[in-house]
């Protein structure tokens, strides 16, 4: 007995320099991130996690004293989430998601967001011909709950009262509700065009185009009524965003239903999870989106009323999301 046990005080003595550098380096990073360590430091993490390991296996063999081994099971535990799962603050994550991780996903299912987009404006399009040529198709395509009055009855005056939020005293607190509703409303449109992926194409590909044909309806009516550039001024602002993100959730949701369908060399649940995870990608970046267009449909439309101002922010939106979508983040990572 009294040789195992100078085998074991031994055994400690011999290595416990070693745990001890490596807890210093574990509790380091865990407080101030990888980048804190030296290259020297980043050299010698590996090998005394190796070390580590090594000396775990011992210590069980030999059956050392039971603190000891709590104390290397929970060194191993916590070097292994270091070297092979370094953590990142949650600043440096979303750094890397908005200028990497989004706009890549995007770029990587773009013939999905081409498909989407070209849905929507089939649906545009169809609409906008058919009430154009005859207004009483206006009420085919929107319901009067969605018009809120406004159809084919509507005088040109009481359209552009609308667009132009005339005779109303917009007050702070009402946007900030009405900003809300938008959010959570154009939220929901989107994420159930990305989650309708997983069932027949044909629902998300319905959703998209009901979403165009309404507007292809709405265009219809104020062209009639001469009221085209008031109609753009006030859709464009939000619109640019908020449509754009409806129809990435789309391509994503596009994306995961071909998945099922044509699986390839995985199975069909293999599949689906990974274009799950880069569609996913795409649905919580959107999420952001939809806020942003809230703000704009809820604050900046209802008090801003000049034509030339609302022009200019939506070309300013559109040409962000351009430059964001195609070259944000084309560069390689850094390791």
Request: glycine share 8%.
């Amino acid at each position: 007995m009294s040789e195992i046990a100078l085998k074991s005080t031994q055994f400690r003595q011999e290595r416990e320099k070693r745990w001890r550098e490596l807890e210093r380096l574990v509790t380091q990073v865990e407080k101030r991130g990888i980048r804190s360590l030296t290259a020297d430091e980043l050299h010698d993490l590996p090998v005394l996690y190796r070390g580590v390991i090594s000396s775990l296996s011992v210590a069980r063999s030999i059956s050392l004293d039971r603190n000891v081994l709590e104390y290397l099971e929970g060194l191993a535990v916590r070097s292994y989430f270091v070297v092979y799962s370094p953590r990142r603050r949650p600043g440096e994550v979303v750094i890397e998601y908005l200028t990497h991780s989004f706009p890549q996903a995007v770029r990587d299912l773009k013939v999905w967001v081409a498909l989407s987009m070209a849905v929507t404006v089939v649906g545009f399009l169809a609409a906008y011909g058919m009430t154009l040529s005859n207004l009483d198709n206006y009420d085919l395509f929107v319901s009067p709950d969605y018009s809120a009055g406004r159809n084919p009855s509507s005088t040109r005056e009481e359209l552009r009262a609308v667009l132009m939020n005339e005779g109303e005293k917009v007050e702070s607190q009402s946007l900030g509700v009405f900003a809300t509703f938008l959010f959570t409303h154009n939220a929901q449109i989107g994420l159930l065009c990305y989650a309708l992926g997983a069932v027949p194409l044909l629902l998300v590909g319905l959703l998209l185009i009901q979403n165009g044909l309404i507007l292809g309806a709405f265009a219809a009516l104020h062209e009639q009524k001469g009221l085209s550039v008031e109609l753009w001024s006030w859709l464009l602002p939000h619109g640019v965003t908020e449509l754009l993100a409806v129809m990435l959730c789309g391509g994503a949701g596009f994306a995961v239903g071909m998945a099922a369908i044509f699986p390839g060399r995985r199975t069909r649940l293999e599949s689906m999870v990974v274009a799950g995870r880069r569609a996913g990608v795409i649905a919580i970046g959107c999420v952001g989106m939809f806020f942003i267009a809230a703000l704009i449909e809820g604050f900046f439309r209802q008090l801003v009323n000049d034509l030339t101002i609302r022009y200019s922010v939506a070309l300013i939106t559109g040409l962000f999301w351009i430059y964001y979508f195609g070259w944000v983040g084309r560069k390689a990572r850094p390791a």
